[in-house]
């Protein structure tokens, strides 16, 4: 098993051997190094702990200090983890070009939102005396009937929308920059673009 842990850089398009335009998005990611190998004996489970990223030694934690000036840490479970010793680093230049590659980011957030941009709801008519029901989502109770007069669990209402952990499967590798520590993949992955 491979992974990587990178920043959003935007989207572009690249041109293929047949001169047509693909679609990328370009990914930085730079080395990571594993921290930790964690296995069924001591931890309970086999994960592996990478550490990513560069930062000031004063603004790390002193319990995270032993593991080295990174950003921040994570955990991947998969079997075969004991395989890698601590300490040991790898890049981008681990995946091949036309590799399929899935990709988990956090989705843009957007806030509290109504019905009709949360769940595409068509909302009220916009004549026929309405005045202001045209982005409302009408009635919740159900009267007697099914919901015996309340609002049942799992109502789609307005609320919070956005900031979930998506994953994208599929993915191919278009182009890998070992140089720049770059990745690009086909398509759109979630999330928004955070510059260098």
Same mark, same amino acid.
């Not at 992974?3 to 335009?21: P, Y």
């Not at 230049?93 to 843009?108: D, H, Q």
């Given at each position: 098993m491979k992974f990587i842990i990178g920043t959003k850089q935007g989207m572009t398009q690249v041109f293929n051997a047949a001169g047509h335009a693909v679609p990328v998005t &370009?990914?930085?990611? =730079?080395k990571v190094t594993v921290t930790q190998v964690k296995n069924t004996e001591t931890d309970g489970y086999k994960a592996v702990q990478v550490g990513y990223g560069e930062q000031k030694q004063s603004r790390i934690a002193k319990p995270q200090q032993p593991k080295g000036d990174v950003r921040g840490l994570r955990e991947f479970r998969f079997d075969g983890a004991e395989a890698l010793e601590v300490g040991? +680093? /790898?890049d981008v230049t681990a995946f091949r070009e036309g590799e399929s *590659? *899935? &990709?988990s980011g956090i989705s843009k957030g957007k806030g509290f939102q $109504? *019905? *009709?941009? @949360?769940? %595409? /709801?068509k909302g009220g =008519? @916009? +004549?026929h005396g309405q005045k202001h029901s045209e982005r409302e989502r009408g009635?919740? $109770? %159900? %009267?007697?009937g099914r919901a015996g007069g309340r609002v049942v669990k799992g109502m789609r209402m307005a609320g919070r929308m956005g900031s979930d952990r998506v994953t994208v499967p599929n993915l191919e590798v278009i182009r890998v920059d070992g140089a720049k520590n770059e990745i690009f993949v086909r398509g759109a &992955? =979630? %999330? @928004? +673009?955070?510059?260098?």
């Amino acid at each position: 098993m491979k992974f990587i842990i990178g920043t959003k850089q935007g989207m572009t398009q690249v041109f293929n051997a047949a001169g047509h335009a693909v679609p990328v998005t &370009v990914i930085h990611a =730079p080395k990571v190094t594993v921290t930790q190998v964690k296995n069924t004996e001591t931890d309970g489970y086999k994960a592996v702990q990478v550490g990513y990223g560069e930062q000031k030694q004063s603004r790390i934690a002193k319990p995270q200090q032993p593991k080295g000036d990174v950003r921040g840490l994570r955990e991947f479970r998969f079997d075969g983890a004991e395989a890698l010793e601590v300490g040991a +680093t /790898f890049d981008v230049t681990a995946f091949r070009e036309g590799e399929s *590659v *899935v &990709v988990s980011g956090i989705s843009k957030g957007k806030g509290f939102q $109504g *019905v *009709v941009k @949360r769940y %595409g /709801f068509k909302g009220g =008519p @916009r +004549t026929h005396g309405q005045k202001h029901s045209e982005r409302e989502r009408g009635s919740s $109770g %159900g %009267g007697p009937g099914r919901a015996g007069g309340r609002v049942v669990k799992g109502m789609r209402m307005a609320g919070r929308m956005g900031s979930d952990r998506v994953t994208v499967p599929n993915l191919e590798v278009i182009r890998v920059d070992g140089a720049k520590n770059e990745i690009f993949v086909r398509g759109a &992955v =979630p %999330g @928004r +673009t955070q510059k260098k």
